[in-house]
């Protein structure tokens, strides 16, 4: 088990050679199943080997459309983890981030916040709590109306989703449809990603 700078120690091998294969990755990386091949000798008894690990992201694409799915230009939003990550995402014509509208997120919970409307509409009403693991979005809480949908211009193996959130003209009240936290509840997703996230998650803290 790794250390909190990464580092493995053997200090009892015996002359030979051997192999080094990760079982287990650290939380929000990809385990990597290449053996490393390792041989103590008289000559070299102190062996030196370094392993890489790729984050385990999802593609993440926010849009932003008014009620009838027109794109908005002009909304802020901050997409925030647990964990200090913070990221300030400014919408330009087509209802994409300027900046960055798709961006590679690990695995976990987040919070998005929409600080500025576009004008004449209104801000959300609360932030949009949700899960993002192994390629799916999963809202926790939300008063405000959204859809959350694959690409699909992307190919099956592909690990890209899409959150496309809408606003609503100043004085309009919001209809909730398929894309709603209840019908994310009734469609039993929440649930079996959450459970899927807590035990990768207790998985890890056992390591520790």
């Known amino acids: 088990m790794t250390n909190q700078s990464g580092t493995l120690f053997w200090d009892d091998l015996e002359l030979g050679d051997y192999q080094v294969v990760e079982t287990k990755s650290p939380e929000g990386y990809k385990l990597n199943t290449t053996p490393i091949n390792v041989s103590i000798t008289e000559q070299e008894r102190l062996v030196s080997v370094t392993a890489t690990d790729q984050p385990d992201t999802t593609r993440f694409r926010l849009l932003k459309t008014d009620k009838d799915g027109k794109a908005l230009k002009g909304a802020q939003f901050r997409l925030e983890d647990k964990h200090g990550y913070s990221k300030e995402l400014l919408f330009n ?14 695995d976990g919970q987040y919070t998005l916040t929409e600080t500025k409307a576009p004008e004449g509409y209104a801000l959300l009403p609360e932030p949009i709590e949700f899960y993002l693991i192994d390629r799916q979005v999963v809202v926790t809480t939300s008063s405000g109306d959204f859809i959350v949908d694959k690409d699909p211009h992307s190919d099956k193996d592909s690990k890209e989703v899409k959150l496309i959130v809408k606003n609503y003209k100043q004085g309009e009240l919001p209809k909730f449809g398929q894309g709603g ?13 959450i459970a899927a996230l807590s035990y990768r998650t207790l998985g890890r803290k056992e390591m520790d």
């Open 181 to 193: 936290i209840l019908g994310m509840i009734i469609g039993g997703g929440l649930l079996t990603l």
């Open 93 to 106: 014509e087509q209802g994409e981030p300027v900046d960055n509208w798709v961006i590679d997120l690990p």
